[in-house]
């Protein structure tokens, strides 16, 4: 699976201080993933993507090269700021690599990056497709399932092209509605397998993870999401605050000033080893950053939806959750075990 990370804050901040110089920066976790579910490929050198809002129109830079081995991205990560940042390392897991399929994308003022996979969704292509406009299905130019997700998100609004920023509820339903169309098409898809002569077909028995980014450049909402009742779903976590403080040259803090939010970093994994700086987003949840740096987190409600689970409890309002940071203590002994690869 790939690894992403999102900033939004009421200042421009440099790019190199969320992708290069943290010490578990994104570009570190393209070579040193630590909180992956699946062990079969821990690295996330199959491209990358970046974007950024320079003006009013967003900037996007791809590339099939490893991250950590782009000297471009770092030249670049050096020189320029943007108040909302995109960004991703791909692990492909559908798709071939080609610029094409590097996250994030872009359909007129919104944005859209996703990590994880779609599953059997060879068996519901044809159905994704089948229900897409023409100006949607035509703006697809990769073979990735999360660009056709992509796609099917597009459709769930009134008018995706719109030149006005869309309400947050907006965006947030889209993206709910966007997963239970894809749950909805894999569980008649596996009727497609008891026809006779279809017993050949090959089937993915894993759930999907359906970790969605979207933005209008204004308006931030990412969902943690995984199609069980019991399994946990990709990592997520969440830090917010008045400014991401340098304390060396490799150490970064979340400042928190009179419990202000100037700043809020989504990230697959936390960019700095302060515990107390990040918390984890819950399994099968939606969470929002409105355009005045609310943050809200709202369950997903549906047939995976387990309101026992301990990473659920408390998140039924639509307010920030007061958890406790669930950093494993095992990944904060491995930090301070493991030096970055020489």
């Known amino acids: ?19 290069t110089k943290p010490a578990h920066s994104i570009i570190n ?22 974007d950024s809002e320079l003006g009013s129109s967003p900037c996007i830079f791809t590339s099939v090269t490893p991250a950590w081995n782009n000297m471009n991205l770092i030249r670049l990560a050096d020189k320029i700021k943007s108040p909302l940042v995109f960004a991703h390392v791909r692990a492909s897991t559908a798709g071939s690599v080609s610029e094409s399929n590097c996250h994030p994308w872009q359909y007129g003022r919104l944005m859209f990056m ?30 990735t399932d999360s660009e056709w997700a992509f796609a099917v998100f597009l459709s769930q609004l009134k008018t995706p092209l719109q030149a006005e920023p869309f309400c947050h509820q907006e965006l947030k339903e889209a993206v709910v509605k966007t997963i239970a169309k894809l749950n909805a098409w894999i569980k008649d898809a596996a009727t497609i397998l008891t026809t006779p002569g279809n017993a050949g077909i090959a089937t993915d028995d894993g759930p999907s993870m359906m970790n969605f980014a979207v933005t209008d450049g204004v308006t931030v909402v990412c969902s943690r999401y995984v199609s069980s009742r019991y399994l946990e779903a990709a990592s997520l976590y969440y830090s917010s605050g008045t400014r991401f403080e340098k304390c060396n040259s490799s150490h970064y803090r979340m400042v928190k000033d009179n419990r202000r939010q100037d700043m809020v ?5 936390p960019l700095t080893f302060e515990k107390a700086d990040w918390l984890t987003i819950p399994t ?7 355009s005045k740096m609310n943050v809200l987190i709202y369950p997903v409600v549906d047939e995976y939806h387990n309101p026992t689970s301990r990473e659920r409890s408390g998140v039924e309002q639509d307010i920030p959750v007061p958890e406790t940071p669930r950093i494993s203590r095992l990944y904060l002994l491995r930090v301070k075990s493991r030096g970055r690869p020489r």
């Not at 790939?2 to 969320?18: D, T």
């Not at 976790?29 to 970046?50: A, E, H, K, Y």
């Not at 519901?124 to 130019?141: A, G, H, M, T, W």
């Open 265 to 269: 970093v989504i990230a697959s994994e």
């Open 284 to 290: 099968n949840s939606v969470i929002v950053v409105t």
């Open 1 to 19: 699976m790939c690894r992403m990370l999102l900033y939004k804050g009421r200042q421009p901040i440099q790019l190199a201080h969320l992708l």
């Open 114 to 143: 996703h990590n994880g996979n779609i599953a059997n969704f060879h068996l519901i292509k044809r159905r994704v497709q089948e229900s897409l406009p023409d100006e949607i299905y035509f703006n697809v130019n990769g073979n």
């Open 29 to 50: 976790q393209s070579f040193d993933s630590r909180l992956r579910l699946d062990d079969r490929r821990p690295i996330n050198g199959d491209g990358f993507g970046v």
